[in-house]
């Protein structure tokens, strides 16, 4: 009976202890959601923990793994992780060398390209809208303004009586057009609003975007009204990193831990995924 219980008091101590030492000794639990666009662009520079403490010691440091917590930014339900053995060496590569990088630009958004396909009504036809925006630095202000634009439906106008702008900077310089900086947070509802109100579009584009047919065509009938905005499909992010690489990040409201804003694509020569066409001539991918 005394060796009975010596051995169920051992068996208790050592469960005791070794449960003690393992949660210990694993880190914290990496994968909570992510809410909004900035906490990921936060994380994803490994600024700062889920509970958006600064990740400046080593303690901190050690329960968050650099590349450990860069891999739970990923979509973790996304197949080609487990089905595409090239783009499984991709990710593995770009977390290797963005871990060992320690990249962190001095502004989140100095290296972000973001795209938000809205659904349009177009002299009375449903339409898809892209519009690919750059966050603007304009003295100490900042905001969104348009630098790439998809509307096959639109065609160029012939009358160049409003034209865009061209290179005229001290006028945008004295009363520039940009969306607010954090209406990315909203699905971009701030230009709904600024097409509904009739604003002088041609400050909201960048000078060579403004340029082309389709950027003429846009700001033409927005001034004619023909075209409004019915809704904001989707919001994506595109980050350009230092090393070539090109991060997209999409939002997935689904009910676990690996939810919220997650990278759902990576570009890169070593990637099987290609950028959208507009979006390509716009930056230049890892060579």
Request: glycine fraction near 4%; proline fraction near 6%; avoid cysteine.
């Amino acid at each position: 009976m005394r060796r009975s219980r010596l051995l169920l008091f051992i068996a208790l101590w050592v469960g005791i202890f070794g449960q003690k030492s393992w949660s210990q000794s694993v880190p914290i639990q990496t994968t909570q959601p992510v809410k909004q666009i900035e906490e990921f662009l936060k994380r994803f520079y490994y600024d700062q923990t889920p509970d958006q403490r600064p990740l400046t010691t080593d303690s901190l440091r050690a329960l968050y793994p650099r590349r450990a917590y860069l891999l739970s930014l990923f979509d973790a339900k996304d197949s080609r992780r487990t089905t595409q053995p090239s783009y499984k060496q991709a990710i593995d590569t770009f977390v290797t060398e963005l871990s060992e990088a320690e990249e962190k630009p001095d502004d989140l958004y100095a290296n972000v390209l973001v795209e938000t396909p809205f659904r349009a009504s177009y002299r009375g036809k449903t339409e898809t809208l892209t519009v690919f925006w750059q966050m603007t630095h304009i003295g100490r202000a900042q905001g969104w303004r348009m630098v790439g634009l998809a509307a096959p439906f639109l065609t160029a106008s012939t009358d160049t009586s409003k034209a865009p702008l061209s290179g005229d900077t001290t006028q945008r310089a004295s009363r520039p057009l940009t969306l607010s900086p954090n209406t990315h947070e909203t699905s971009f509802l701030e230009f709904h609003q600024v097409i509904k109100q009739g604003h002088d579009l041609r400050l909201l584009l960048s000078d060579s975007l403004g340029q082309t047919g389709v950027g003429q065509a846009f700001i033409e009938a927005v001034r004619q009204r023909e075209l409004r905005l019915i809704e904001t499909e989707r919001v994506s992010l595109f980050i350009l990193t230092q090393s070539g690489w090109i991060v997209r990040v999409d939002e997935f409201p689904r009910d676990n831990e690996n939810a919220g804003w997650l990278i759902s694509d990576l570009f890169g020569n070593r990637s099987p995924s290609r950028l959208p066409p507009e979006l390509a001539t716009l930056v230049r991918i890892r060579p």
